[in-house]
């Protein structure tokens, strides 16, 4: 028996990166998969890997800024499956051009503002709301949502990114606090630096190097090791695990920012000729 067997999903943004692997995971520990994305026909790719591979999977369009094309999500999975055991909001918006316009707080826009948190907070929000009755219903469910590391400090760009995956932090707990008693449990993945389609179009081959540094891992984060995460969340192992974001970032956001400093400046002045990790 795996992990998943028995359970039903449904996960958007699925055509891609850390959705499409949590899609392929969810399958592999037994579960029968709604993948949805904006793009229906990666949506279906996916759902088809599943099914070439013996798995149980259905691919639609989703577009996640759309109120009742969440609802419709929603009763489509029920229909095809009988019942839903998790929702997991993962989709994000990664239009470069909003990226653009969101690195000068005096430039700040509030359209892109807007555009951002109805996709990355919305989308989820709205999708839970749909979900809930019948998850209550059945007294059993589990909502995930994908979070970032930009939730978890200040930032010097994506003043509306970061503060979308803030806004996804409260929704988690307050999901978890106002329906764990009913059965409910609501808990975030926070990745860090990933290696997903969307990662490598915006992160130069020099960012990429730099995002190495950053690691205390000997390596980048992969979309499997965040979907290896969800799929416990999403499982009964994780029955007593509720409201909590949960750190996949190969150890970036460890140290203290002194911790740099004391690489740099404290530890050579005691320690002459000594090589330092992240020197
Ligand atoms: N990759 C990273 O380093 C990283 C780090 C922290 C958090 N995250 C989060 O992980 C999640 C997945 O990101 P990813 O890196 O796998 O990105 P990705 O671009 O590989 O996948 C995102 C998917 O979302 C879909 N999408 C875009 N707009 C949509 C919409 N309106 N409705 C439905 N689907 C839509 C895209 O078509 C794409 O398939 C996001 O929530 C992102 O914020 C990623």
Redesign the pocket.
């Given at each position: 028996m795996t992990r998943l067997t028995g359970k039903t999903a449904v996960i958007?943004?699925?055509?891609?990166?850390?959705?499409?692997a949590s899609a392929l995971k969810f399958a592999a520990e037994g579960a029968a998969v709604a993948v949805?994305?904006?793009?229906g026909e990666?949506a279906e790719a996916v759902a088809e890997e599943i099914r070439a591979a013996g798995g149980r999977a259905v691919g639609f369009a989703?577009?996640?800024?759309d109120d009742l094309a969440l609802k419709d999500m929603i009763e489509r999975t029920i229909a095809e499956f009988d019942k839903l055991d998790i929702l997991f909001n993962?989709?994000?918006?990664?239009a470069a051009g909003k990226r653009k316009r969101d690195v000068d707080f005096l430039e700040f826009d509030p359209a892109v503002f807007h555009e951002i948190v109805q996709?990355?907070v919305l989308?989820g929000v709205l999708a839970s709301k749909y979900a809930l009755p019948h998850m209550l219903e059945r007294g059993d469910g589990c909502i995930l949502f994908?979070?970032?590391?930009?939730s978890l400090g200040g930032d010097v760009a994506q003043f509306s990114?970061g503060a979308s995956?803030a806004m996804v932090n409260w929704y988690v707990k307050t999901i978890a606090t106002n329906y764990g008693k009913q059965g409910i449990r609501c808990n975030a993945v926070?990745?860090?630096?990933?290696?997903?389609?969307?990662?490598k179009a915006w992160a130069s081959p020099e960012m990429h190097a730099a995002f190495m540094k950053l690691q205390n891992a000997p390596r980048l984060?992969q979309?499997e090791d965040?979907a290896n995460l969800a799929a416990y969340l999403a499982s009964d192992e994780a029955a007593f695990m509720n409201g909590g974001l949960y750190k996949c970032d190969g150890g970036m956001t460890a140290p203290l920012p002194f911790a740099q400093l004391q690489l740099d400046y404290l530890i050579p002045r005691h320690k002459p000729g000594a090589a330092f990790v992240g020197s």
């Open positions: 958007t943004g699925a055509g891609s990166g850390i959705g499409r949805t994305d904006i793009l990666t989703v577009d996640v800024a993962n989709a994000v918006n990664t996709v990355n989308g994908t979070s970032s590391t930009s990114y995956k926070i990745p860090g630096v990933i290696e997903t389609p969307a990662m984060g979309p965040i």
